[in-house]
C-alpha cells in the first residue's frame, strides 16, 4: 500500500513563505507517478493546487492558484515540495498530497498550515 506523508505545516506569519514536503511513507516514488497537492478548508471541498509528474518534473497548477504556490520534486531525496509565497490568513487550511496508483488515489493526513495576520 502507497501511503504519502506531508510535513512542514506550522504557524506563520502574513507575508512569509513556507515548503511543504510529501514524501512516501515506507516506499519511493516511481517513474510515473503523478503527485498532486490539495487543500482544505473546514466545511469546503478539497481544492487542487497542481500536480507534478515525478519522472518529467512537469508540472500544472489550477488557474486560481497560479503565483504563489510552486511544485517541485527532488529525486535524491525522494519527495514533492510545495511551496507558498505570500502567505494569507485565507491560506490556514490543511494541505495533502495525493498519488494515484493502479486506479486507487492514496491521500496523506495532511499537514495544517495557519497564517496569522
Known amino acids: 500500500q502507497v501511503q504519502p506523508a506531508e510535513s512542514g505545516g506550522g504557524v506563520v506569519q502574513a507575508g512569509d513563505s513556507l515548503t511543504l514536503s510529501c514524501s512516501v511513507s515506507g516506499g519511493t516514488f516511481v517513474g510515473d507517478d503523478m503527485v498532486s497537492w490539495y487543500r482544505q478548508a473546514p466545511c469546503k471541498e478539497r481544492e487542487v493546487i497542481g500536480t507534478?509528474?515525478?519522472?518529467?518534473?512537469?508540472?500544472h497548477y489550477a488557474d486560481t492558484m497560479r503565483g504563489r504556490f510552486t511544485i517541485y520534486r527532488n529525486y535524491h531525496e525522494n519527495r514533492a515540495w510545495l511551496h507558498m509565497n505570500g502567505l494569507k490568513p485565507e491560506d490556514s487550511v490543511i494541505y495533502y498530497c495525493?498519488?494515484?496508483?493502479?486506479?486507487?488515489?492514496?491521500w496523506g493526513q495532511g499537514t495544517q498550515v495557519t497564517v496569522s495576520s
Open positions: 507534478i509528474t515525478w519522472d518529467a518534473g512537469s508540472r
Open positions: 495525493n498519488i494515484p496508483r493502479e486506479s486507487v488515489v492514496y
